[in-house]
């Protein structure tokens, strides 16, 4: 089992920049790639940024040169660096982690919303 915990969400106005912090505890070392997912009532839960055991990374387009996934030494915690926000980015993001012999990410956060003002 793995556990997964968000952090770092909130309101703020186009331009800035939000980090999000996701932490990992449990079996860690079956976890391949984590990555940050949005979601907005009613809409599927889509693709913001991933980044995999061997740190390659994939972004969704709309957030490409905005956003920045990363990760600590140990690999158990992942951070969203958010830079100019826009009111469209406004969603809930979710921490998700893709364990080995997984055949999609199988492990999520509760989400933290981010709520982005025009």
């Known amino acids: 089992q793995v556990q997964l915990v968000e952090s770092g969400g909130g309101s703020v106005q186009a331009g800035a920049s939000l980090r999000l912090s996701c932490a990992a505890s449990?079996?860690?070392?079956?976890?391949?790639?984590m990555g940050w997912f949005r979601q907005a009532p009613e809409n599927q839960r889509e693709l913001v940024a991933i980044?995999?055991?061997?740190?390659?990374?994939n972004y969704a387009d709309s957030v490409k040169g905005r956003f920045t996934i990363s990760r600590g030494n140990a690999k158990d915690t992942v951070w969203l660096q958010m830079n100019s926000l826009k009111p469209e980015d406004t969603d809930v993001y979710y921490c998700?982690?893709?364990?080995?012999?997984?055949?999609?990410?199988?492990?999520w956060g509760q989400g933290t919303q981010v709520t982005v003002s025009s």
């Open positions: 998700g982690a893709y364990t080995y012999g997984s055949s999609d990410y199988d492990y």
């Open positions: 449990g079996r860690t070392f079956t976890i391949y790639s």
């Open positions: 980044i995999r055991a061997d740190d390659s990374t």
